[in-house]
């Protein structure tokens, strides 16, 4: 049977692309967001939804019959460093009413992206495997792991399945959202305008990166198994390839566009600096039997096809 899907936050990098992905696959989709879409942004039904708003939430799981919820409202790594309040508002809030609304109700799964921000320097950044000490650094990254221990306590007192990713840095042609791993896309679209780029990280901060296509994929096969094949409670770790503003740059110069990089560290470099080089999926690949499509050239040639 067919997924009857709500999208909270789907006006966002990853909504759009998750929407085309679940109505390709053949499943109802309801998409929501707190802002307007634009005329021709999304293919499927729009309600405004704000994720603080449990009763609305609940509202709409019924009104629809809603059996998959996949929440992606949040405030992001570096947007959160200038909000850290209103970020553990927002991303907690967020996270415990869509809980709170599904309990009891038509929803049998819930998809709730984590992030690499879990992981802090105690972490071993040079290759991070799927449990290991997580220290935070950003407000973001704490709201990611407490959500990350109460999905855990769900999952474990049989309350609600609730399935994760801590994704890397996803490479879209969509607009991002304001985190630490932007200047991949903004690089991307600066190539393509032929403008310079000033990189707010240094030329060989190393940092993990996934095409959208294989974060969706692989969130759309982790949400398709049975329960019983998830061996983690909560996020499991995704990676794809890594890359550098430097490497970045020579793979996107490789396939014949010209790009002035220059270098203007800021904050974004000391969040940068807390989080993994790369990331042990292998946990992932056993249990959900998935591996990337793209490498770094080919994502950022498709991307490039895409801007
Ligand atoms: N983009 C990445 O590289 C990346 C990496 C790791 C994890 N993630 C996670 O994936 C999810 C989606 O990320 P994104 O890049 O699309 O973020 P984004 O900032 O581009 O989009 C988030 C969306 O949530 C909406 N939103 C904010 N507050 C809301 C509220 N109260 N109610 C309803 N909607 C609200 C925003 O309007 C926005 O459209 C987030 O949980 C993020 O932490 C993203």
Request: net charge positive.
């Amino acid at each position: 049977m067919n997924n009857r899907v709500l999208i909270i936050g789907a006006l966002g990098q990853l909504g759009g692309v998750f929407v085309d992905a679940l109505l390709e696959n053949g499943d109802f989709v309801l998409a929501s967001d707190i802002h307007t879409p634009t005329p021709d942004q999304l293919n499927c039904d729009y309600v405004f939804l704000d994720a603080l708003n449990t009763r609305k939430i609940k509202k709409t799981i019924l009104k629809y019959n809603i059996s998959q919820i996949y929440n992606f409202a949040a405030v992001l790594s570096a947007k959160g460093e200038r909000y850290p309040m209103k970020t553990w508002e927002i991303n907690m809030g967020a996270f415990l009413n869509v809980v709170k609304a599904s309990i009891g109700t038509s929803v049998k799964s819930i998809f709730w992206p984590s992030s690499i921000a879990v992981f802090s320097e105690q972490s071993g950044l040079e290759l991070v495997k799927n449990e290991v000490p997580m220290f935070p650094t950003t407000m973001y990254g704490v709201t990611k792991l407490a959500g990350e221990k109460a999905m855990s306590y769900f999952n474990t007192k049989g309350l609600i399945d609730i399935r994760s990713i801590r994704f890397p840095g996803i490479v879209s042609s969509s607009e991002p959202g304001g985190g630490t791993t932007d200047y991949v896309v903004e690089m991307l679209k600066a190539a393509k305008l032929n403008k310079n780029y000033v990189s707010p990280l240094g030329k060989n901060t190393v940092l993990p990166m996934m095409h959208i296509k294989d974060a969706v994929s692989a969130t759309l096969k982790l949400m398709s198994i049975d329960r019983e094949k998830i061996s983690v409670s909560s996020a499991y770790n995704l990676g794809s390839f890594e890359t550098s503003p430097q490497r970045w740059n020579k793979t996107i110069t490789s396939l014949g566009y010209r790009l002035k990089l220059e270098f203007k560290e800021d904050f974004r470099q000391s969040i940068a600096d807390t989080w993994p080089k790369k990331i042990d999926d292998s946990l992932f690949r056993k249990d959900v039997l998935w591996s990337p499509e793209f490498d770094e050239k080919s994502t950022a040639k498709d991307i490039l096809k895409l801007i």
